[in-house]
């Protein structure tokens, strides 16, 4: 082998580590990106779930403020309800002394 044919053969040597070298840094610089996506994956799914609860808890809220029953608004009932029912007794009592007198029926 001639001197030249040495110097192309260490150069081709040199190539050939430096292209190793390479595919090396290469294939753990992928093998951490699958890792960062397998990470990614579970955080979405993680996320997804936490979107789906959270969209459960909210309606769920919503339902409860339709049908919540404030202070004010039982109040408000029974103090219809108690005219009503002032209401009746006045109708009752009219009626009682109505039948028991005359017979006119002036309500």
């Known amino acids: 082998m001639t ?9 081709f040597e040199a190539k050939v580590r430096q292209i190793i070298a390479q595919f090396r840094v290469l294939k753990q610089e992928n093998a951490d990106l699958y890792a960062e996506l397998e990470g990614k994956d579970e955080e979405i799914t993680r996320l997804k779930a936490n979107l789906a609860q959270s969209q459960r808890d909210y309606n769920n809220l919503k339902l409860a403020k339709m049908i919540e029953i404030s202070d004010s608004d039982i109040k408000e009932s029974k103090m219809k309800i108690s005219r009503l029912v002032r209401e009746i007794n006045k109708c009752i009592s009219i009626l009682s002394s109505g039948t028991e007198g005359d017979g006119n029926d002036e309500a």
Do not use: L, V
């Open 3 to 11: 001197a030249e044919e040495r110097q192309s053969m260490k150069k």
